[in-house]
Nanobody, 117 residues
């Protein structure tokens, strides 16, 4: 089992920045990749960014150049630095951990990000 706890959401004006954190606990040795997804009202959950255990990253086109995903292995924490925020970035952001050995994805409880225009 893997437990994920997100923090760092909030309200920010367009053009501002926020940093989300996701602390992992439990069977963290089994995690192959972690990432951030988001879900806006009335829309499906979508990928924002991922980072593998080797540090490879992947971003949705809509956030490339504005968001940066990183990890601190000593703290078992993944971060999402969000710059130049836009109103369309408003959503609940979920942390995700993927364990390929058991074909399982774990989710955090979500953190609200609201960007005002």
């Amino acid at each position: 089992q893997v437990q994920l706890v997100e923090s760092g959401g909030g309200l920010v004006q367009a053009g501002g920045s926020l940093r989300l954190s996701c602390a992992a606990s439990g069977s963290i040795f089994s995690i192959n990749a972690m990432g951030w997804y988001r879900q806006a009202p009335g829309k499906e959950r979508e990928l924002v960014a991922t980072i593998t255990s080797t540090g490879s990253t992947n971003y949705a086109d809509s956030v490339k150049g504005r968001f940066t995903i990183s990890r601190d292995n000593a703290k078992n924490t993944v971060y999402l630095q969000m710059n130049s925020l836009k109103p369309e970035d408003t959503a609940v952001y979920y942390c995700n951990a993927k364990v390929l050995a058991i074909a399982t994805m774990y989710w955090g409880q979500g953190t609200q990000v609201t960007v005002s225009s």
